[in-house]
């Protein structure tokens, strides 16, 4: 029995017009689920469109036990303020992040709120997802394939993965928010919200991963993030400019991670200070084709993804 209050977070910029159907799909998703949520929080970062239109619409017809609380903005903040200010609007126990064009599995919230109920030290927890095309076909069963099962995982193990996408991701709000809100008022530079929640989770003992699939993201081609991983084919990923794309990326999530560990209070500079480090000779091989650097680089092994990165990149080098 579910005694948490559920708050879903919808963070939207000009969903309606060619995204319209997908918006909807969505929502009705959410509609349709076996536990409903008690609030449903829209924040819109200035659209252009008539999304405003289309939630109020929404908001009109609603005849479900569902408080629906919207929040315009007045001028474009970006997809991490517009979901940050969703998470302080929200009300919740428990918080889901939702993007405008994915779907939800109808037993999404009752399953989460089960592992919530059986791990009682669970802050975060982040579930698989699988992905679908535009008419709703299966093109990927699932997204990270190398999880098995739900366990929680520490910091070293957190920082191997930098894919934590937010629609498969709910937390408590009390353990994450504080933090959030030092966060959210600082100067500091977030490049992506749900990298971040997860890592405040790791930071607390709390953070789960789980193999189950509750979500299904779409590939439309507007959604950046997946554009690129679908559109980076194996050949691609064997080119040196990719690779060192790739590990780019992940430095900028630990350069973000090293900036917000001083609104924390604990200190885990010195491992996020490896990774960087690991990385920043990754590159340097990698651009200069300097196979003995990477020879010398082995003492870092703990420091890549895993093995597998390590040998990939030699045999990178190696075509060269």
């Known amino acids: ?74 001028k474009n903040q970006g997809f991490v303020n517009n979901f940050f200010d969703g ?27 089960e592992l919530f109920n059986s791990n009682y030290d669970m802050i975060a927890i982040h579930s698989n997802l699988s992905v679908i095309d535009n008419n709703n076909k299966l093109i990927k069963k699932k997204f990270i394939s190398k999880r098995v099962g739900t366990k929680k995982i520490n910091i070293n193990q ?28 600082s100067n500091a530079k977030i490049c992506t919200h749900d990298y971040l929640i997860c890592f405040l989770a790791v930071l607390q003992r709390g953070f789960y991963i789980s193999d189950e699939v509750y979500t299904l993201r779409r590939l439309t081609g507007y959604n950046v993030a997946l554009s690129k991983n679908f559109n980076d084919s194996s050949n691609n990923k064997r080119n040196i400019s990719n690779r060192v794309k790739q590990i780019k990326l992940y430095q900028t999530n630990f350069v973000m991670l090293q900036e917000v560990n ?19 000779k990754r590159i340097m091989y990698l651009e200069n084709k300097k196979s003995f650097e990477l020879a010398k680089n082995l003492l870092n092994i703990l420091y890549y993804p895993s093995i597998r990165a390590f040998i990939a990149d030699f045999l990178i080098i190696s075509r060269g």
């Open 1 to 74: 029995m579910n005694n948490k209050k559920i708050s879903v977070v919808i963070a939207t910029y000009n969903a309606s017009g060619r995204n319209e159907n997908y918006f909807m799909k969505q929502i009705n998703s959410i509609f349709n689920q076996t536990i409903l949520p008690d609030e449903i929080v829209f924040t819109d970062d200035c659209s252009k469109d008539n999304t405003l239109c289309l939630i109020n619409e929404i908001v009109k017809k609603n005849d479900l036990p569902i408080n629906i609380k919207v929040c315009p903005h007045d």
């Open 87 to 113: 998470i302080m609007n929200s009300s919740g126990d428990i918080i889901f992040l939702c993007d405008q064009d994915d779907i939800w599995l109808s037993n999404k919230v009752e399953k989460t709120i």
């Open 158 to 185: 957190f920082l191997k993965e930098i894919h934590y996408p937010g629609m498969a991701l709910a937390f408590k709000s009390k353990e994450i928010k504080n933090d959030i809100e030092k966060i959210y008022k």
């Open 262 to 280: 001083k609104y924390t209070g604990l200190d885990i500079k010195e491992p996020i200070e490896k990774y960087i480090k690991c990385n920043e």
